[in-house]
């Protein structure tokens, strides 16, 4: 199988040791970058929402918002259906 845009994968490796909180997260690719290896991926984790002061829903977060740069070779892809994350 190969990671395309929507494929859900987990970290497996990090550069450097102060990022290593992150291993083991699951994230969703949303491009990637063939030419130089690496994808720009967003943590898989639902939207929050609040109520605001005048009673309505509305977005708190939202995890599409902000992505990250990282390496091919840092990511395992998930099978599909395994692993929820939230």
């Known amino acids: 199988m ?5 494929s859900r994968c987990q970290i497996v490796s990090v ?11 699951v994230v969703v690719v ?3 970058n063939p030419e130089f290896n690496s994808v720009w991926a967003h ?3 639902p ?8 009673g309505r829903r509305v977005v708190d977060h939202d995890p599409r918002c ?3 740069l990282y390496s091919l070779e840092e990511l395992r892809l998930l099978p599909y ?6």
């Not at 190969?2 to 929507?6: L, R």
């Open 2 to 6: 190969q990671i395309v845009p929507g």
């Open 15 to 25: 550069h450097h040791r102060c990022f290593s909180y992150l291993l083991g997260r």
């Open 30 to 32: 949303v491009k990637v």
């Open 47 to 54: 939207l929050t929402y609040r109520t605001n002061k005048h």
């Open 43 to 45: 943590d898989d984790k």
């Open 66 to 68: 902000v992505q990250s």
């Open 81 to 86: 259906g395994s692993l929820d994350s939230y």
